[in-house]
């Protein structure tokens, strides 16, 4: 072997022998070496003797190391040039191999390079850099390197080549971190579509959510209000930032029955819908599907097939005129409240809901709130809950409210859930049916106790009664949750005036929402499904379509949400955003539904957007509409909204005149009408009433009634009297 060709080997060694240092430092350092050598003091014979000692993998390189290459590899030799001759160098040089990317550096790299390793642990190799020492890709990413104070993803100053290399890696460990927490409770909650969507716009927006945590996002600031004055409505609303989020309201004319509890006598049984009616008291009777039936109501008289049925609990095969029968007694819980002309939907099985648990008589299951996150938290809360006593026959749910509460809260809550149970049971048996047996909680504290959380940092109340309420359910919380802030409101204005939502309540009875880009959402609730439309307005103006137009969707997905939790609005709801032609765009708004919707108690199915530009919710059924309360049908259009035009309702009664006046013996014809039709009648077709009195011989009296609505009237035909 030649000199030149010695020469040319020993060239080609360091390249790898640097790139495997360079993965070196990723790595968890075991030992510190007693002194670092300087450049200086590394030698030609010194890098050959640490050949020997580490055994270098094979990389095949098909073309000589270029000068630049040369020189930040051997940082200890007289061939080191200067940032001049290094530029010139890298001028001349030609592309290089994916294996050779890493020592493509400028002459601030060189002087990098040329450091220690323990110096030049800050910076980080490019995922090239790392492939190119034979490091497996597992062990690139060790955070235990990152000097303390230096985030993990903020560039160095003499790093910047590398900043675009190492972007695309955070970002996959991102995407991880993802997988593990968030898409998981997805699956659970709306099952694997929707995981694998999400998933899809997670990667589209790594890089962009990397720079959010440089700004902090803004306090939100929560307020409860609470207007008990008058003693016909109760009134209750959570503002966030001054925003209405959520608002709940009681009338004396539409009480809650939902969770009451009533001793109820079945009145009838229906084999065709497998269900039975019971009288609760209340003038209407309840519907109990026979699933919702404990089998402890089951008759005993039945023959064996059916106890035999029963023993194997094959309930599916049972029919409720075998196990079911007519006069018996039961103790049912409203599930649903009466809506329209459909009575309440009971169950047998009881719930008894408090502030951590949901105590269910008749029932050995046990759970958890899938809210409640952390195996180690959830593990906790069942080690608390085994060490109790609780008697055979009762299940238990821990609620969310439960994630940060100690065991004494939680034993206080089952204490007096369970001393409730024995109350209701008591009652039960000795009361005449059909009775009430359990009245739920009044709206104050059944909203506290459903729907309080602690960010919520003051309670504003009108009344005195309210606000003992109030703060004796302060008391029963955790040490953490007793910071929030309660008074009473003194101003002279009305509380709901004083912090100016009135005006944001009256907007949710209108069916036009406007949005703050210029576009607005029509609301339009019908017997079936609501129907949501979309509308661009002024935002359709600006210069670029596709981005206004996304811009109005994703406002859009925003406020319906909002929209559809303060109107309490449940079933089928089909959303018509406005098309998009983007791809991205289409994802990114359904995306937004999702996170806006995830603010909703109520359980929530949604789809993908169709090429109609259509989106499909099912929303739970929470109760009647909150409008339902507050309004009543009107008396003029009787609900749809328009009435008949005046001349159409005068040519209407005309054809029933000329009906009428042309049977037999009709002597006289007295038609009583609404005001404006019948003006329009005497004045505008006087000369056609005319003409049927002379050819029918007879009368017609037109008779204007002020009191009349548009959709009255009275029009009577007089028989002529016999002659006699």
Known sequence: ????????????????????????????????????????????????????????????????????????????????????????????????????VESELGPTEVAASAAPPVETGASEPGPVEAGAAGVEPEQ???????????????????????????????????????????????????????????????????????????????????????????????????????????????????????????????????????????????????????????????????NERTRAIIAQQQWKKLKIEEVVQKGQEVLVQVVKEVTGNKGANMTTFLSLPGRCLVLMPGSDSAGISRKIVGEERRAGLREIMSEFEIPEGIGYIIRTASAEITGATLQKDLAMLLE???????????????ALVYEEQDTVIRFLRDHFFAEIQEIIVDTQESLNNVNAFIELLPVKQKKVKVRLHRGTKPIFNQHNIEEQIESIYKPQVALPSGGSIVIDPTEALVAIDVNSGRTSKNSDFDDTIFLANMEAAAELARQLRLRDLGG??????????????????????????????????????????????????????????????????????????????????????????????????????????????LNKKRAELADLEVKHRARIDIIPRVEMKPSENQVDFLEAEPSR
Request: aromatic content about 4%; some cysteine; charged content about 35%.
């Open 1 to 100: 072997m030649s000199d030149n060709e010695k020469k040319a080997k020993e060239q080609k060694v360091p390249p790898v022998r640097k790139a495997k240092t360079g993965a070196w430092w990723k790595s968890v350092v075991k030992t510190v070496p007693e002194a670092a050598p300087t450049p200086e003091a590394t030698t030609a014979p010194a890098l050959e003797a640490s050949e020997k000692e580490q055994p270098v993998p094979p990389v095949v390189i098909e073309s000589p190391p270029s000068p630049v290459e040369e020189m930040a590899t051997e940082p200890g030799t007289e061939e080191v040039a200067t940032p001049e001759s290094a530029l010139t160098a890298a001028v001349q040089a030609e592309p290089q191999p994916e294996e050779a």
């Open 140 to 302: 690139r990413p060790v955070t235990e390197a990152t000097p303390a104070g230096e985030e993990e993803g903020e560039p160095q100053e003499d790093q910047a080549p590398a900043k675009s290399k190492r972007r695309p890696r955070r970002g996959g460990r991102k995407r991880s971190k993802r997988e593990e927490g968030p898409h998981k409770e997805e699956a659970e909650e709306a099952g694997q579509e929707e995981e694998e969507a999400a998933d899809t716009v997670d990667e589209d927006d790594d890089r962009p959510d990397e720079d959010r945590g440089e700004y902090p996002e803004k306090a939100v600031t929560y307020k409860l209000l609470i207007n008990a004055e008058e003693p016909e409505e109760c009134r209750i609303a959570l503002l966030e930032d001054g925003r209405l989020e959520s608002f709940h309201v009681t009338t004396v004319d539409r009480e809650p029955t939902k969770n009451n509890i009533y001793k109820g006598r079945i009145v009838s049984i229906e084999a065709n819908l497998q269900a039975a009616f019971v009288d609760i008291g209340t003038g209407r009777n309840g519907f109990l599907p026979f699933n919702e039936i404990h089998p402890e109501y089951f008759r005993q008289d039945v």
């Open 420 to 434: 409730l149970w024995e109350e209701i049971k008591k009652r039960g048996q000795t009361m005449e049916a059909p």
């Open 572 to 681: 089928l709801i089909v959303v018509d955003f406005i098309d998009m032609r983007n791809k991205k765009h289409i994802r990114e708004v359904e995306r937004q539904v999702k996170i806006s919707m995830k603010r909703d108690k109520a359980k929530v199915d949604i789809s993908k957007i169709s090429r109609f530009g259509l989106m499909q919710i099912s929303r739970q059924k929470m109760g009647a509409p909150i409008e339902k309360g507050s309004y009543r049908t009107c008396e003029y259009c009787q609900g749809r909204g328009v009435v008949r035009s005046v001349e159409t309702l005068a040519l209407y009664y005309l054809r029933r005149i000329q009906t009428g006046i042309s049977r037999k013996n009709i002597a006289r014809v007295e038609c009583r009408l609404p005001i404006d039709v019948a003006q329009y009648l």
